[in-house]
């Protein structure tokens, strides 16, 4: 099967065509910091051709969500340290998903003089779960200054460079799901009057400017992209504009030469439309995965008929550490625990066995 073969991604070479989703699954507890239960759980899915580790801030401000890990102090990077390590003797690569919520968070989870900072003081719709006030509704953001834009920017590539430090093999930048780089491209989050907001190249800038800075820091062949061009996260904008705009970030994206563009549809309400997958395949000239929803008899059609180069899966992840060898051998899954995702322990986290038994 096209699945299971090698694939050269920059100047790595993979095992297989098949990586493992970032999921949040909210586990470091302590400030922010990878722990020992994260060490195991990415030891033990450390088969995939290629993990990319969960969302993490490059910023106390991109700390949105509760328990997410960080990535800006020595703290974090001696514990994101301890994780890499441990995939690479295991024989597995791992790059790291960069991931700032924007105004996808709450003031209640940031850290002591953090700010929840977007492009615009638009509040994304909906509520959110907090450390100390439960289920709350999203707060307005503050919009960021000129100078807080550029700042953002220089924290995504410290972060990059940090990351490195640590082991990884590469970065992922989220430009997915509506958090930071996805709230300056739509008019919907962006209502900006400066070089960041206005025109579809303004509302491009800061993504281009993020790749601009971590392709300089590490070169381009360890850093790769995830977008949703689909209705995602409270979208208010009209097909026509997501298609244009979509199809400007992935035509912006051919000179960077990336390790791989990353197009998730991550259970959207709205279909996904396959059309879009199909001229986005089209204009990208490098490496392109796709995550959502696939099993392993869909994931070998998509790439027996070129649809894509890779195959992200994610949920099966969570309860699967041992997913290849489970598609290689027509081993059944185990079924997760959606009750256990977001939690602070073991639980439904590092303690699903291998189908031996491990």
């Known amino acids: 099967m096209k699945l299971f073969e090698s694939i050269p991604l920059g100047k790595l070479q993979l095992t297989s065509r098949i990586a493992m989703a970032p999921l949040t699954r909210c586990r470091a507890v302590d400030q922010n910091t990878p722990n020992e239960i994260m060490v195991e759980y990415y ?3 450390a088969g995939a051709g290629l993990i990319i580790a969960e969302g993490t801030s490059p910023s106390p401000n991109g700390l949105g969500y509760r328990n997410i890990p960080g990535l800006f102090n020595q703290r974090q990077l001696d514990g994101w340290s301890s994780i890499t390590k441990a995939v690479h003797e295991k024989g597995g690569r791992i790059f790291l998903q960069i991931m700032h919520t924007g105004r996808v968070g709450h003031t209640n989870n940031l850290p002591e003089g953090a700010r929840l900072l977007a492009p615009s003081a638009i509040a994304q719709k909906g509520e959110i779960s907090t450390y100390a006030l439960g289920k709350q509704p999203y707060p307005t953001p503050e919009a960021m200054t000129t100078q807080e834009v550029h700042e953002a920017i220089q924290e995504f590539r410290t972060c990059t460079e940090m990351a490195i430090e640590a082991g990884f093999d ?8 509506g958090y930071l780089p996805n709230q300056f491209l739509l008019p919907s989050r962006n209502q900006r009057t400066d070089e960041f907001g206005g025109s579809r190249e303004n509302r491009l800038r800061f993504l281009k400017e993020v790749l601009s ?3 300089a820091a590490v070169g381009s062949d360890k850093v790769g992209l995830r977008i949703s061009p689909f209705s995602y996260a409270d ?4 097909e026509q504009e997501l ?3 979509y199809t400007s970030v992935v035509e912006m994206l051919n000179p960077f030469s990336l390790a791989y563009l990353h197009l998730s549809h991550m259970g959207d309400p709205v279909p996904v439309k396959f ?8 204009i990208y000239q490098g490496t392109l995965m796709l995550c959502g929803d696939f099993t392993k008899e869909t994931a070998e059609t998509a790439l027996q008929e070129s649809q894509a180069d890779m195959i992200a899966f994610g949920r099966d992840y969570i309860s699967n550490p041992d997913l290849v060898e489970r598609f290689k051998n027509d081993w059944p899954l185990s079924a997760r625990d959606n ?3 977001y939690g602070d322990g073991a639980e ?11």
């Open 339 to 341: 009750s256990l995702w």
């Open 275 to 282: 059309e879009m997958w199909q001229s986005i395949r089209k």
């Open 213 to 215: 800075e971590c392709c």
């Open 348 to 358: 439904g986290y590092s303690d699903y066995p291998n189908y031996n038994g491990e």
């Open 43 to 45: 030891r033990q899915r």
């Open 170 to 177: 590469g970065v992922e930048i989220h430009g997915a799901h």
């Open 235 to 238: 979208v208010d904008d009209e």
């Open 243 to 245: 298609i244009e705009t």
